[in-house]
């Protein structure tokens, strides 16, 4: 087995598996989040956004990817191959949030979920297949997570060293979801989980053209830059 395909399906697994292990709980969590004192609701409610699709791809979070892409293009000797970085991280961040973006949607179409602003009249685990309703049956998976895990999920694979600081800041968009009630923590899980395999699966799709990343000895990408002897390419 192929090593993008095998870690496709662990990590796949592991979405299960705490997806699983999450649902006996989502309404008893939710329902203490969302009763937490009123400050801490209305302090989540103010940064819960930052967790979009529309704010990275035309707000802030686009002013931050692009102030990476120069400060890698700066770093680059020539105008062939500072172009070529250029494009290359482009093109990475947008078939990462992009397949995101186009995933968790379908899911949410298919799956149809309550969400937790329904739980006194459908309780937690109220679904509705393919029935393309409306907002309030759209909670799994959670598209605010899903845009933040390939957001930093993205940055993690590019600077492996800020990995937990970038984990930590995916995981805080997550759990607001959950206390302003837009979501159980199944649904956030999900979420942020679809966002970490497509900057993976994205990362493996440039490792093979050497675009960016290199694969290891173990077979994982790594960016270029942190081999010994870098390829030009």
């Given at each position: 087995?192929?090593?993008?395909?095998?870690s496709?399906?662990?990590?796949?697994?592991a979405?299960v598996?705490?997806?699983?292990?999450?649902?006996?709980?989502?309404?008893a969590i939710?329902?203490?989040a969302q009763?937490?004192?009123?400050?801490i609701?209305?302090?989540?409610?103010r940064?819960?956004?930052?967790?979009?699709?529309?704010?990275?791809?035309?707000?802030?979070?686009?002013?931050?990817i692009?102030?990476y892409?120069?400060?890698?293009?700066s770093?680059?000797?020539?105008?062939s191959?500072?172009?070529k970085?250029?494009w290359?991280?482009?093109?990475?961040?947008?078939?990462?949030?992009g397949?995101?973006s186009a995933?968790?949607?379908?899911?949410?179409?298919?799956i149809?979920r309550?969400?937790?602003?329904l739980f006194?009249?459908?309780?937690?685990?109220?679904?509705s297949?393919?029935?393309g309703?409306?907002?309030?049956f759209q909670?799994?998976?959670?598209g605010?997570?899903?845009a933040?895990?390939?957001?930093?999920?993205?940055?993690?694979m590019?600077?492996?060293?800020?990995?937990?600081?970038?984990?930590l800041g995916?995981?805080?968009?997550?759990?607001?979801r959950?206390?302003?009630?837009?979501?159980?923590?199944?649904?956030?899980?999900?979420g942020?989980?679809?966002?970490?395999?497509t900057?993976?699966?994205?990362?493996?799709?440039?490792?093979?053209?050497?675009w960016?990343?290199?694969?290891d000895?173990?077979?994982?990408?790594?960016p270029k830059?942190?081999?010994?002897?870098?390829l030009?390419?």
């Amino acid at each position: 087995m192929n090593r993008p395909f095998s870690s496709s399906l662990w990590l796949l697994l592991a979405t299960v598996v705490l997806v699983a292990a999450l649902l006996p709980f989502d309404g008893a969590i939710s329902q203490r989040a969302q009763a937490l004192p009123p400050e801490i609701v209305a302090f989540n409610a103010r940064i819960t956004d930052f967790g979009t699709f529309s704010w990275m791809i035309y707000g802030s979070g686009s002013m931050v990817i692009i102030a990476y892409i120069l400060h890698r293009v700066s770093r680059s000797e020539g105008f062939s191959s500072k172009s070529k970085t250029a494009w290359r991280l482009a093109l990475y961040f947008l078939v990462t949030i992009g397949s995101a973006s186009a995933l968790v949607h379908l899911a949410k179409l298919v799956i149809g979920r309550a969400r937790p602003e329904l739980f006194a009249e459908h309780g937690a685990h109220s679904l509705s297949f393919l029935s393309g309703q409306e907002w309030l049956f759209q909670s799994f998976p959670s598209g605010h997570s899903a845009a933040v895990g390939s957001f930093f999920g993205a940055f993690s694979m590019l600077a492996p060293r800020l990995r937990i600081v970038f984990a930590l800041g995916a995981l805080t968009i997550g759990v607001t979801r959950v206390i302003v009630g837009a979501h159980y923590p199944s649904d956030v899980a999900a979420g942020l989980l679809v966002g970490l395999w497509t900057a993976l699966m994205a990362a493996f799709l440039f490792a093979r053209k050497v675009w960016l990343f290199r694969l290891d000895e173990k077979g994982w990408p790594r960016p270029k830059s942190s081999f010994a002897t870098p390829l030009n390419s």
